[in-house]
T-cell receptor, first 115, second 113 residues
Framework: AQSVTQLDSQVPVFEEAPVELRCNYS??????LFWYVQYPNQGLQLLLK??????LVESINGFEAEFNKSQTSFHLRKPSVHISDTAEYFC?????????????FGKGTMLLVSP | DAGVTQSPTHLIKTRGQQVTLRCSPK?????VSWYQQALGQGPQFIFQ???????QRGNFPDRFSGHQFPNYSSELNVNALLLGDSALYLC????????????FGEGSRLTVL
């Protein structure tokens, strides 16, 4: 079975500072990797995804994540955060025995950006 | 182009009651999945419907059942509600041959008293 571990439940950071949200996964087969963001009282929105090709993927709002197969990690980074980035971030994996159309999520990391 | 829509947005039930949640997928999508998100947790996969059949199921009891209609919309039914069923229920749609990229609705928040 697959699993996803998000090592930090909460990450406080000041505005314009860099941030890294950590994600590790376990799977014995090839997987696809995703980061979703959830703003308060809303559903989940796809932030970025790794399917194949370049191991560094970027979102339109300045986030990036790097797939590291040897370390089974997919950490999310942003060089300078804004107040509006305050949200819950979920790392997710698809593939393996569950198939590629279902997702296994981590428990989430709450990013708290303060002035 | 409407995204995934869910109804109702909030509801309160008492233990032992039954509830039905509804979902309309994003236009062009034929696969609907349901997830349960308890407070402070990540979403947990309940089941997935494709071509009006349950294609995959997560580790949820038979009290949780679903249906998909010919227009691809879907319902989630939960019988004999327990306090622990209180959660945000998320519907997600995708293409059957997709890569795991899901489009989520805003969810139905169920409170069981």
């Amino acid at each position: 079975a697959q699993s996803v571990t998000q090592l930090d439940s909460q990450v406080p950071v000041f505005e314009e500072a860099p941030v890294e949200l950590r994600c590790n996964y376990s799977s014995s087969v090839s997987v696809y990797l995703f980061w979703y963001v959830q703003y308060p009282n809303q559903g989940l929105q796809l932030l970025l995804k790794y399917l194949s090709g370049s191991t560094l993927v970027e979102s339109i709002n300045g986030f990036e994540a790097e797939f590291n197969k040897s370390q089974t990690s997919f950490h999310l980074r942003k060089p300078s955060v804004h107040i509006s980035d305050t949200a819950e971030y979920f790392c997710a994996v698809s593939g393996g025995y569950s198939g590629y159309s279902t997702l296994t999520f981590g428990k989430g990391t709450m990013l708290l950006v303060s002035p | 182009d409407a995204g995934v829509t869910q109804s109702p947005t909030h509801l309160i039930k008492t233990r032992g009651q039954q509830v039905t949640l509804r979902c309309s997928p994003k236009s062009g999508h034929d696969t609907v999945s349901w997830y349960q998100q308890a407070l402070g947790q990540g979403p947990q996969f309940i089941f997935q419907y494709y071509e009006e059949e349950e294609r995959q199921r997560g580790n949820f009891p038979d009290r949780f059942s679903g249906h998909q209609f010919p227009n691809y919309s879907s319902e989630l039914n939960v019988n004999a509600l327990l306090l622990g069923d209180s959660a945000l229920y998320l519907c997600a749609s995708s293409l059957s041959a997709g890569t795991g990229e899901l489009f989520f609705g805003e969810g139905s928040r169920l409170t069981v008293l």
